[in-house]
């Protein structure tokens, strides 16, 4: 078995990890061609599906509209033992529907905050009129958890 099996996580493992992630580093094309590094909020489904929200007219849909190929990454770790991580290669498409908005936001919400509070339905709505959702399908997972190789650097 090759080092880079031994560190991989499974799909288990990886679902884990990016659901317990807060942040995650969305990657576009920028205009110029050089890539467009931001932080984001997301949620991920059990296939591995991601989704995050973003302004409409925001330089992030505004790349994707050009080129759909993304890149997610997420890691973890202070020390060579202990670095995790995932990258996510994958397309994106941007999606205005406000109701799958609405519902993206707020599963982000209960993820980083609980349940929403009573009552704020409509601006919630509101919000979502202004916002797309990106949805990111896989295409390529690589990952590694360099404590799989317990003292064997």
Request: with cysteine; charged share 25%; proline share 3%.
């Amino acid at each position: 078995m090759s080092r880079r099996d031994r560190i991989s996580l499974g799909q288990a493992e990886r679902i884990d990890y990016i659901k317990a992630a807060h942040t995650m580093t969305l990657c576009t094309h920028g205009p110029g061609g050089y890539p467009h590094a931001v932080a984001m909020w997301f949620i991920v489904d059990d296939d591995e599906t991601v989704w995050m929200t973003t302004y409409r007219r925001s330089q992030k849909t505004l790349n994707i509209r050009r080129n759909r190929k993304v890149a997610l990454s997420i890691e973890s770790g202070t020390t060579y033992q202990s670095l995790k991580g995932v990258l996510i290669r994958g397309d994106a498409e941007v999606i205005e529907n406000i109701d799958v908005v609405l519902a993206v936001l707020k599963r982000i919400h209960e993820k980083m905050h609980g349940a929403l509070p009573t009552g704020v339905d409509d601006e919630m709505r509101n919000r979502a009129r202004k916002r797309a959702v990106i949805r990111v399908t896989p295409t390529r997972i690589s990952s590694w958890d360099h404590a799989k190789l317990a003292g064997t650097y």
